[in-house]
């Protein structure tokens, strides 16, 4: 004899089941329909020697290829050290938290634009603290990451690598960006025609192998 309770319990689960796919078609979208939903670009926040789209280094003094957005259009490094009677790594400071003063500005451009973008690519300073360890990194990082898709790469310099020492400091500082930012992060290892990446999946393998 069937239990009452156990066929009622059934019917609960496919009336369920039932809204469940009724839920999903209701949320698929076709190619050719409209939707709410709008495209995104990715935000990649370049740490470390990189290629320029947003360029947030005041210092720099020529770029490879034309930036969007460009920090310098805005904040004079050299005026700012003089101003402020700062050195190079203050006069980078300064140059940054003035310009975090402006930049929803930038985060509604590239919001205006952003069914035109896939990615973003951002230039940080060359000298890496200036920007991951301080109050005004955060609130830039905070601001993409609350608004688009963002990651972190990580850019090492593969030449300078190949000793077990160097190696080891560029993963742990790696690891260091990563519980700050909270943020996904990709290694890219550059001058790989100049010095082959081999030795770097070597020792990750063998991490791998140990922890295994």
């Known amino acids: 004899m069937d239990d009452p309770m156990e066929s009622s319990g059934e019917e609960n689960c496919v009336e369920e089941s039932h809204k469940l796919v009724d839920s999903l078609d209701k949320l698929h979208v076709s190619p050719g329909s409209s939707s709410n939903f709008k495209k995104k670009p990715v935000i990649i926040i ?23 957005i460009d920090i310098r259009d805005t904040v004079k490094y050299k005026e700012v050290m003089k101003q402020y009677n700062l050195g190079p790594n203050g006069g980078i400071m300064t140059s940054l938290n003035l310009f975090a ?10 919001e ?17 603290e200036i920007f991951t360890w301080s109050a005004t990194g955060a609130i830039i990082t905070e601001a993409f990451a609350s608004t688009f898709p963002t990651v972190v790469t990580y850019v090492v310099d593969t030449p300078r690598s190949t000793s ?3 190696f080891m400091s560029n993963m742990l500082y790696a690891c260091s960006i990563l519980y700050k930012t909270r943020l996904p992060l990709v290694l890219a290892f550059n001058k790989t ?13 063998l991490q791998l192998f140990y922890k295994y």
Request: negative net charge.
């Open 46 to 68: 370049v740490v470390g020697m990189r290629g320029y789209v947003l360029n947030l280094d005041p210092a720099v003094m020529s770029l490879p290829f034309g930036a969007n």
């Open 112 to 128: 205006k634009r952003a069914d035109q973008l896939d990615y973003v690519l951002v230039d940080t300073p060359g000298q890496i």
């Open 193 to 205: 025609d100049v010095a082959d990446h081999k030795f770097a999946l070597e020792v990750m393998l």
């Open 164 to 166: 077990p020492i160097t």
């Open 101 to 110: 003063t402006r930049f929803d500005e930038v985060v509604s451009v590239i």
